[in-house]
Structure formats: structure tokens, C-alpha cells
């Protein structure tokens, strides 16, 4: 059962991403609006806007969260071919209005001759590190050599990946096991072109990252791509919103000590799921990486999750409408409109476990 | 009706067909025109100057007018205007200052007409007057601007802008008198072509330079001006002062506007510099191009609409040499591209759901007519016209949260919270985590935990299951108390701590290593029992059946406990909880000054190490039915099978309660993986002292030192107020005790609290209530201490 709570957002234009932070209590927005706004959650759970500034000079596509041992700290990528990195500071402003907090711009990357599509912080464990992709499909990743100055960052790579960036993601594993690695997924329409998500790996010798895996069988423009918490896991999991949802597994394969090229990945497809019935944009993994949703054309959200055999199944839909926002409009923030789009979840979605091939066991 | 009409004129002036081309120009373009009847075009540079004929396939080369072994200057143009009136005539801006007119109809190769040479400065624009066929109007670098007859061989009158230069000028479509002209100091003036000793306006339009302006062609008395600021405004020049109505902010300095023909909110706009593409906005939504021409490879120069009433066509010359007419529909529209969602996950399993309102309000929009509504023929069926779609658009932010009962995160955090993993017998812990996991209603894992408790317990544990003081009692008594005096009895007394800690680190470091190694190599010594009662050391522990060990050394655990301190573990673990700045308090205390606080010191016993020497009195006192290493595959099994269904909570917490039983099974990278995550979920719910706790019980090394580094704490003595420099609470220059409550007087033993701003501290509690009541320090220094 999920309960909508309606929020009036008050961006002039399209908002293009959500980001929670690093606990979930704090959510960032960003819209073609050339606008950020910061809500922080209250203790009776509503949301409130505690800071609204201007960017960029064009559209806003990405907004995400630094892990907070850096601080409070976000980086936005925009059309106007930049990203930035903003850090809050607290208690320093004079307005009142405003609250305590503002941000401040502590860099702008102007390397990108093009739309810079995403932008995400690296896992913490490699440092305070920024990727960021363009529409020219270059993947750029900086360091910030000194976590305290977030005024200074140097390009370490710079990756060509031929195809247009449209999203990009880390995987999460801080498993030394696994070196660092990133996909990449394309919204080239064409095709022809082959594999849409390609996955990119760090390697120890030569000190770049070099391409490790192409998912050829992701022909179609990929929107949103998204590895599941790694969570001790041997293997990965990657979710790609594309002309529908799939999940991929890729295992890694034994290696020899020997050899120096990138890892092998044994490329699984777990699920496929055209529900949406149109293009799908959003693809999110919850903590614990057994549910995932997806968002549609549709205007739904879906919520999948396996079961003990790793089948994938819809547990639930919800439905984004119900909230008659401009009615809405005129009243203060966060309104809680209690709504009757009510998801079957069974008690297992809550325990995150399926009851099952444990039995094997006990019946020892 | 009047949109109705406006297609119709559109649909019948539609008899221009093409698509989109280019052609290689010899040199960069500066401008280009087009003639009235969209049949040809002309391209005028630093170096070119031609015209080309469009055919429905291809540009074709029709004439060039830069003739003559040696061009002059005078050949060299910023800009180029074709007359709308009268086809053969030309008019071109000269870089040299000089204002030229061709006469295509002339018999000779040179069409050179007449040549102004009145401005001191490049012309930086040529304007010919929308109906007046001799009227021709000029703007220069000078700051002066020109209107000539052509008829006549000098102009007919000068207009100073007394500003900076100009850069544009511009006849108006509805006032036959009336232009505009911009200025590189960022104002735009109208004139009365009349009145040429004063404008009739100026208004600043931008922070910079104006580069150029547009009236919109529909005579609305619009003006689109566009700057070095990044942003085309729309102004409204019918009202007493002009009225900004739109801004559109691009992403770089502006060059040229140009309105799009029969379509009242479109232009097209192009840039400067770095920006190569030509952009398409509607003033509406000033925020996203609504179509984008991304041909070009350097700066594009020069913009213009084919044909005054048709928006389909669009023709720009560049600095990369090339001409180009781009169709609409080959246009790429960014809004396609463009996200209309955003979806986010939190932590506590709500979801924060962003989506254009069209596509969620579905039921107004998308679900009636698959196939058309039945109401309606057909015909009726009015498809929503697309940039009328394309204006009005908004995002709906909404947030789905689980239903408070069944918020999905809290089994996670109530059972990282209730678990216990150490500091009670083997079957104990299994017994109350099998119990937190059953009151979370989470069947599975309680009886995960209860076999776990059968399979590595002895057989007499089972006879009393849960039950702490019979297990206690079953413990190996005798080694035991001879045991704790040595070891365990100054320890729990809070005299020594000092020393206690130290000796501690010091087993820490020694033995650490040596014993884990040894261990691992005697994997196979199930029961070889080698306890010769020999307390300290670890090598003689490490010869125990690992399994008897852990068991034994928990009991020891509970064994201690209750001769001192009864219950007190327990209560213990919830006060730290209940304070979640506890640990790092304590943590840091302890790497500076060895006052090791009341909890702390129980928790640091609790350590696995700590509990090798504690381990080696035991004695087994039976021999399991079925060796406990039988089960070690399958608990290994089952514990990846945990981890990789995304609990690694239960992988953790029964890697730690094993100890081990089973550490030897997993490799150390494994190992580290799961504590990693399991550390980095417990960070990310906030729960810093199980994270510790987890911390302190990892065997990995890698972990084990996270919470080992920066914690140094700086203090002052709360006497002198000086630096403590040496070990201890004892201030080697006032020789006081620097602990002392500032509250009851007492020394403080457990959780201190200071003020960095006076040095003054004392219990937590005392000194939460006081500050309650009281905004200055308790110690009456008048500093204004704050309790955060």
C-alpha cells in the first residue's frame, strides 16, 4: 500500500530528475527551468523547499548527491553544456527568507562541446570523483584531488564512447574483488549502430578505463541505466530503461592471475518487460536492490521484483495521477492528498526475502 | 478561424518543395539574403560573394559578383540585403565603411550600382525599407546610422545614436516611419525616419551588446532583440514604455533573431561564438529549444526563412564554408530527448515520482479514443496542434510512501538495532536474534537463526535454550574464576583503566596476526582439546576445536556479567544506542587519553580477540554428535545465498555470531565485501553505534581499521584551561583532575561531554538537564556554552 503525498513543486518546465540523498531525508529537483530546488523532509513527513536557485543557462537534465562525508554537496549537468558542483553552506546568509542554507557554485566543468546528459558522483570508496556524459559521447571523470576544495577538480579520463550519452552509472560494489566500473547507456535511435550500454572497467595496469562488456542485444536508444546495490553480491545487476525495462546480471568470470585484460562478465538477461507499452525513462533501484521501479510514457510507475527462482514479476503499479495539482496550485507546499492508488505488495516485498530454497536446507 | 485561415495560406504559398542541402561556399559566409520570391540566394563574406539559384535538389551556382582581376574592398561584405520589392536590387555593408547597391538587371559583369563611402567605420548592416523601393538604411561601427535615396548620390540624413556602435538597425513592419537600431552598449533606440536630430525612444534592452533585432513580421509591434547576455527578449514597443514580455535565455551570446513566418511564437536564433547550431525557440517556453538545426561545424553567420510565409524552410551560411536549407521536419527537437520523468528510490522505500502532467493526468488525455471517439465522426477529431502542446507543459512532483505500518526499511533498522552478535552464549544470541527476527515477522530468517543454534551447539546448550543463567552454569566454572581475577577483575573494576586498556592494545598487537595464521593452519584439529589451563596466550587457543572455543568464550562473556555487573550488558547496548553520539565520543576518548568509559570497556571485551585469551580455559565437556564443520559448507552456502538476495544484514550478523565456525569457509575478500555494505547500509540508516559495534567485531583488517583512523581528540584542562598533553585526566601542569563534572563535582566516568568554547564538561545527562534550564556554562565561567 503506498500512499501518494502531492508536492507543489513550482517549476516552471518539466522536471527531468528526483535525487534523494545519501540518508532520504533530503531530495533534490531539477527542471528545464534552468532551476535546482532542495526539499528536506520534516518530522511529520512532508517536504519542504529549502532552496530554489538558478543553475545553468538551459535545461537542468541531472541532479545528484554527493555521499556526505564530502558534505552537502550536488552536481547538476545541464544543455547549456556544463556541469557544476554546489555545496551548501549553512548559517553564513543574512536572509532571513530563505532559511539558513544556500548553495554556492564551487566549480563549472566546461570541458563538454555538447549537452552534458548525466553527471554522478563515483562510489565513496574511490575518492570524491565526478563523472560526468555528453550528447557527443564522451564520458569525462574528475577528481577532486583535495576532498576539502571542491574548487578544484582535475579531468583524470576521458573516455570516447562513439555513441550519444544520454545516462550513466556506477557500480556501487566497494568490493576489492571488483575494480571500478561503469556503464554507459546510449539514446542513439539508430538501430543499426549495435549495443545501446556499454560497460567500462578500471584497469590497474594500464591506469584507464578501458571497455569491457557491450550489451549488443540493447539495440534500441536507452533512456535510464541503473546498477542495483551491490550489497555483498558476487555478480552485478543492471537495470536499463529502454523501449521497456530489462535487467541484466552480469557475473564476472574467474579470472587468471595473469592475465592483465579487462574482466570477462558472463551477460545474463534476467527480465524483459514491455509493460509500460512505450518508451520507458526512469529506471530506480530501492536499498536493499529487490524491488526496482520503472517509469513510462505510461505516466505509471512500476514496481518489479524476483522471487526466489529470480523470476522477475510486476508487485505493483502506481498510478501518478489523482493529484489535481493545479487545483492545488495556490496553496502552500506539500499538501498531503491522501489517494486510493493502493499497490499490492506481498509480505515478502517488506522482508526482502522469499520463503523457499532455504527449505533445502533446514530439511537437512 | 484565424488559425484556420493562416494554415491555408500556408498550405497554398507551399508550392516551394526541397530538402535539406548544402553546398561548399569557396570562403566562410558572413551574411546571406534571400530574394522575394525564395527562388535564389545570396551569400556575401570577407571573400565571397555569389548568388545561388534554389532547386528542389540542389543549390546551384548562378553568379558571382565578385569580379575583377583584384576585388576591392568594396567586395569584402558584413552584410548582405536582398530588396523585397524590387528583385534586381542589392545592398551590401562594405568591412571598409562603404554602403554599395547592385543592379542585377545591368548588361556588364560588374553590378556595382551606386557606393556610399559616408562611414568612417565597417557597416556592420544594411536595411532596406520593407515598401519603399529607394530607401535604404545603413548602421555602422562609427555610432551613426544612414538612411539613403537611392536615387540620390549622398544620404538624405544622419542619425546619431550618441551611444556606442551600431549593430543593428531594423525598418519596422508597422509603422511605415519607424526603426530600430541596437547598440553594443546594450540600449536599442526607435527613430522616426523623419526626425533625424532625435530618436523617439531608448530603453536598455541588455547587459552587453544588442547584436541584433527583429520585428515580428505579423506587425504586432514586437521586437525580438537578442545579446552578448545570452537572452532574446520580446518586447512589446505598442505600449508607453516597452514592456519585456518574453526572455529566452540560450547558451550563448545571441548573433541573430529572425521570427519564423506564421508562426506567432517561433524564432530562430544563432550564435556568436562556441554555439554552432541555429536554435528554434518558442517564446512560451523560453527554457527549451523547441527545434534545433545542428548541421554546422562552426559558427553559423547567417540565418534567414526562405520565404516570407513559409516556416519550413530555413537557409544559413556559416563560417565552415557551407550553405545549407534546412527542412523543419529534419530538425531535431531537444524536447524529445528531453526526460519528462524522474524517478527516485529513497532509503525508507518511499519514491519520489516527477512526471510531465500530460502524461499522468491520462484520463483527460491519453485513455478515451485508441480508435477515435465513438461520439464523434472521425473528422471531428481534432488533433491537438503540436506547438500549442509544446508551450504549455508542467511537471507534478509526488512522493509514494509506504504505509507507516509497513514501512518497508524498518525491519531492517528495528533488527540491526535488536540484534545482539556478541556478549552472550552462542545459543543465546541465536535465540534472541531468532526471536527479533520472528516478532519482525520475518519466519525465515528466525529459523535460519535457530538452526544455526542446533547445528553449532552442544547438545546440553539445547536442554535450555535461551535461558541465561542455566547456561551460564553450564560454562566451565572453575578455569573461569581463576581466570577473571587474572584477567577480567581488574578489568571491571574502574580503578585501573589505564593500565587495562593498554594491556589490551597491547595483546591486540601481538597476538593478532600470529593467531589468526594459526588458526587457519589447524583446520583439522576438531579435537585436539589442548587447553593445559593456560590463560593469556593465544597460541594454546588456537588448538581448541574453534567451535568449542566460541561457544565457551561467550559463556565467559555471561559468566563475567554476572558476577559484577548483572544484566548490565544488555541495558548497556541500549544506552549507547539511545545516544547516537556516543560512539565517537568514546572512540576518541579512547585513542587519546586511556579513560576508557564504563560501556566502552565492555564493549572492547566483547572483541574477538580480546576473547582468544579469554577462550583458552575452556574445556569441552562432551563430543558433538556430528561435527560442526559438517554444517559448514551449507551455512556457507546459505550465507551467500543471504547476500545475494540483498540481506546482507543476516550475512553479517551471522558471520559475526559464528565467529569462527565459519570465517575460515569464506574467503577474507568476501568477507570484507559483506562487512563493507553491511557498514555502509548501517551509515546510511543513521545507525553509527551498530556500525561501530559491527566495526569492532569484524576480523577483517580492512575493516577493523576504519573506525581506527582521525580519532584524535584535542582537550583542554577544565581547570587551567590549558592543553592536556600527556595520557590521562590528569593535568601535568594543575595536577587536577580534568574530568570533573562541572555539575555534581564528581569525576566523570562513561560519557563526557565538554564545551570546546570553555573547557567545562561533565556527565552527558547533568549537563543536557542543565543547559535546559540554563544558557551559561555550569561552571559559572559566564561563557554561553550550547548543547547541540
Redesign the interface.
Known sequence: ?????????D??????????D????R?A?C????SVKVWDKTEN?E?HCTASWKTH???V?RVTWAHPEFGQVLASCS???TAAVWEEIVGESNDKQRGLSHWIKRTTLVDSRT?VTDVKFAP??MGLMLTTCSADGVVRIYEAPDVMNLSQWSLQHEISCKLSC?CISWNP?????HPPMFAVGS?DNNVSCGGKVQIYEYNENTRKYSKAETLMTVTDAV??IAFA???????HVLAIATKDVRIFKLVPMRKESTSTGPTMFEVQIVAQFDNHNSQV???????????L???????C?RLWKAN?MDNWKCTGI????G?P?TGLSGQPTAMSTMMG?SVQTS?N???????G??HA??L? | MEKMSRVTTALSSNSITGRTMFCHLDAPANAISVCRDATQVVVAGRNIFKIYTLEEEQFVEKLNLRVGRKPSLNFSCADVMWHQMEENLLATAATNGAVVTWNLGKPSRNKQDQLFTEHKRTVNKVCFHPTEVYMLLSGSQDGFMKCFDLRKKESVSTFSGQSESVRDVQFSMKDYFTFAASFENGNVQLWDIRRPDRYERMFTAHTGPVFCCDWHPDDRGWLATGGRD?MVKVWDMTTNRPKEIYCV???ASVARVKWRPEKKFHLATCSMMVDHNIYVWDVR?P??PFATFEEHKDVTTGIVWRHQHDPHFLLSGSKDSTLYQHMFKDATR?VD?????????????????????S?????TN?KPYPGGDRRYPIFFFKKPDPTEQFAH???????????LD?N??D??VKTAQLYLLSGKPFAELCDHNAKVAQE??????S??WT?LRIMFSDPANLTAPGLNHNLSKLGPMPLMNSFSIKEIGPGVGTESRLERSKGESRQDNIHLDPGNSHISNNEENEETEGSEGQAEYMFIDAELDDDDLYSMEHDNQAEEQEYTLPQEAFQLRHEIIDNPSAPEHLQQDKADSPHVSGNEAEVTCLTPIESFSLISISQPLYNPHLPASFFCP?VR??L?????????QM??SVLIVLGERIRKEIDD??Q???Y???I??LQ???LWNVSNEVIKLSTCS?ITCLNQASTTLHINCSNCKRPMSNKGWICDRCHQCASICAVCHHVVKGLFVWCQGCSHGGHLEHIMNWLKSSAHCPAGCGHQCEYT
Open positions: 500500500m503506498f500512499v501518494a503525498r502531492s508536492i507543489a513543486a517549476h516552471k518546465d518539466l522536471i527531468h530528475d528526483v535525487s534523494y545519501f540518508h532520504g531525508r531530495m529537483t527542471s528545464s527551468d534552468q513527513g517536504w543557462s538551459g535545461s537534465w544543455f547549456d553544456r549537452s565513496k570508496h544520454s560494489s566497494s568490493s576489492r574483488a539514446d533512456h535510464d546495490p551491490n550489497l555483498g553480491r558476487s555478480f525513462w526512469r529506471v530506480s533501484w530501492n536499498i536493499t536492490s529487490t524491488l521501479a520503472s517509469s513510462g510514457d505510461d505516466g510507475v526466489y502506481l498510478k501518478g495521477d493529484s495539482l492508488s509480505q516485498a517488506i522482508n526482502g526475502m522469499s520463503a530454497s532455504l536446507y533446514f537437512l | 545570452k535565455q540560450t547558451i517556453r527554457f527549451i531537444p530527448k528531453a526526460n519528462p520523468e524522474g524517478l527516485c528510490f529513497g532509503l525508507f522505500g518511499d519514491l519520489a515520482f516527477a512526471a510531465k502532467e502524461l499522468i493526468s491520462s484520463d491519453r507543459v508542467s511537471s507534478a512532483l509526488s512522493v509514494f510512501e509506504t504505509d509497513s518497508r526499511m525491519w531492517f519482525l515477522k520475518r519466519p525465515q530468517v529459523t535460519t538452526m551449507i552456502e546459505m551467500s545465498y543471504y547476500a545475494e538476495q540483498g540481506d546482507v550475512a553479517v575478500l568476501t570484507e565485501h559483506w563493507m555494505s553491511y555502509d547500509l546510511r540508516f543513521e580492512a
